[in-house]
């Protein structure tokens, strides 16, 4: 009898190092499988405690994820297979599918968060009804769950205790070998993409009411087009990210052997303006066109062929990071992601109300008057990135300065970043706003950490035009226009309350600012 498997790619759009996908091919057939689940993209409610309404998605990771199935669907069709596509809800699509094919089974990559799971427990219940079995796979992570020295519930809750242990005693596997795929079963309409407007939809109705409070960038409901390319995409960008496991193998190449830079990684990855501070491998990674596995290889390689020192170490360090915040996730579930966190901290009172909600709007918008807090959400909101060291900023901003609950925050770079994965989005949020898994205090002055990483206000010039000839004449007075004298704004064009927001906070009774 003719053994039939579907292969249901979700954060794993990939060929090479894919578990589900090497498991999938023992079969005599096989149907490779995407669904574009509305669930994803449309409007949500957070639930939990103190609920909101938000956007799942903006047109950043739509197109990135567009991007990516487009590139996946490439792959293999050079190989001689395809991959239909179906837009609609997973559970339904996926026993149609298997219905349609006579699939015996269906592997899948399994997912630590909640969501995920949720909807991975949907299909598991609508395939059994139909008496197809389900095969899950662990894909995501540098280190394999089976190999964490003390299971998923022996996690060190602090970084430092969990880094020794899988350094210590776990290993990071081989990465799995790309297989032939076998032939496709019988004739299946194979479907088109669905375009980023069919995806993130016009809201209306209820829909639209829903969301009327969820801040929208100007022009974030703009699609100029349905894949990246140097005509759209935003020329202040540090990369042009486009999706799919073709350029993602690209970027790492680039990024460790032709552009040499993992070698400094350690002293650059604090940087904010171009492209090779750090690796940005971290749109392909979320989205699994690039297994961390693949690129711990590509380290020890490297090391071997050209160097190793603290800066190879590091880019290892920060993937342990990812794995750490995905554990986590496994770890605490849906605690993760309450207003009090892993600590069930209830001690601290998270501001929600009208006032709440006008300075939400304004640093979602990067109006808040602090140039580089305003900076670095103008980037996020242009391209669907933002450093590192600007993230850990606009965060403690928001949630520690602010007082704003710090779920309406990550909600909004869930929806905003190209590069958004719920374990190290809602992990590090909750970091900063010392909800998390470190008791120390995770706030951050904004005006020391601005002038220190941008002390020639460089960045702030870039994504803040306004106080670009300010930032030309005095830095300095870029990061702080409202210590600067009147001559010197004057001579800049800056009239502040006109020109560029006052600041929003008083700089000089922020708690933490200026103790340095
Ligand atoms: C508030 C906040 C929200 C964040 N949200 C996300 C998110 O949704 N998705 C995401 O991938 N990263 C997130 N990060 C982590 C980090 O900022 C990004 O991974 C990093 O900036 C991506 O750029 P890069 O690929 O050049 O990183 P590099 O510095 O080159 O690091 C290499 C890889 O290590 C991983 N990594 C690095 N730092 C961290 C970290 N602190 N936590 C977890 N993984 C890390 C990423 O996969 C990254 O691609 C967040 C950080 C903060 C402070």
């Known amino acids: 009898m003719t053994d039939t498997a579907i ?60 991007e990516s199935v487009a590139d996946l669907r490439a792959s293999l069709r050079e190989r001689g297979s395809d991959l239909v596509v179906r837009d609609g809800d997973a559970a339904t699509a996926l026993s149609t599918l298997a219905d349609a094919v006579g699939a015996d089974t269906v592997h899948l990559a399994t997912h630590p968060a909640p ?72 004739p299946v309409d194979v479907g088109d993409l669905p375009t980023i407007t069919d995806l993130l939809g016009a809201a209306d109705g209820d829909e639209r009411e829903r969301l009327d409070r969820w801040p929208e960038p100007d022009g974030a409901d703009r699609v100029e087009a349905e894949t990246t390319d140097d005509e759209t995409a935003d020329d202040r960008a540090v990369l042009l990210f486009v999706g799919g496991e073709t350029r993602a193998l690209e970027r790492l190449a680039e990024y460790v052997w032709e552009r040499d830079r993992l070698r400094e990684y350690k002293e650059t990855r604090n940087g904010l303006l171009g492209a090779d501070y750090s690796s940005k491998l971290s749109p392909w990674l979320a989205a699994g066109c690039l297994s961390p596995r693949r690129v711990y290889e590509e380290v020890e390689r490297y090391e071997a062929e050209r160097v190793a020192n603290d800066s190879t170490y590091w880019l290892v360090f920060e993937l342990r990071w990812r794995d750490f915040f995905a554990f986590q996730t496994a770890k605490h579930g849906a605690t993760l992601f309450r207003p009090g966190g892993i600590r069930g901290r209830d001690d601290l ?36 990135y933002m450093s590192n060291r600007g993230r850990q900023n606009v965060a403690s901003f928001l949630a520690n300065d602010l007082g704003v609950d710090w779920r309406w925050g990550a909600a909004y770079f869930e929806t905003r970043l190209a590069d958004h994965d719920p374990g190290s989005n809602y992990g590090n949020w909750a970091y900063v706003a010392g909800v998390g898994n470190d008791s120390r205090d995770r706030s951050f002055d904004v005006l020391w950490q601005a002038h220190n990483y941008d002390a020639d206000a460089e960045y702030v010039a870039h994504w803040v035009p306004e106080l670009a000839s300010l930032a030309a004449a005095d830095p300095d007075a870029a990061h702080e226009p409202w210590a600067a004298d009147e001559a010197t704004l004057a001579d800049a064009g800056v009239t502040l309350g006109e020109t560029y927001p006052e600041p929003m906070v008083d700089p000089d009774a922020v708690d933490g600012w200026g103790e340095d």
């Open 7 to 66: 292969c249901w790619f979700r954060t794993d759009l990939r060929l090479h190092d894919n578990p589900t996908l090497a498991a999938a091919a023992d079969a005599d057939e096989l149907l490779p499988v995407y669904v574009f689940d509305p669930y994803w993209f449309g409007a949500a409610d957070y639930g939990g405690p103190a609920s909101f309404t938000y956007r799942k998605c903006g047109t950043h990771r739509a197109r990135f994820l567009r």
């Open 115 to 186: 969501e995920e799971r949720a909807i991975e427990r949907r299909v598991r219940d609508a395939l059994a009804d139909d008496g197809v079995a389900v095969e899950t796979h662990w894909t995501h992570t540098l280190h394999h769950v089976d190999d964490l020295p003390s299971g998923v519930e022996g996690v060190d809750d602090t970084f430092t205790p969990f880094k020794q242990s899988v350094e210590n005693d776990s290993r990071v596997r081989e990465t799995v070998a790309e297989p032939s795929p076998p032939s496709l079963p019988g």
């Open 349 to 384: 009172q998270w501001r929600r109300n009208e006032g709440a909600e006008a300075d939400f709007r304004a640093w979602a918008r990067g109006e808040t008057g602090i140039p580089f807090v305003d900076a670095n959400v103008r980037e996020l909101n242009a391209t669907g």
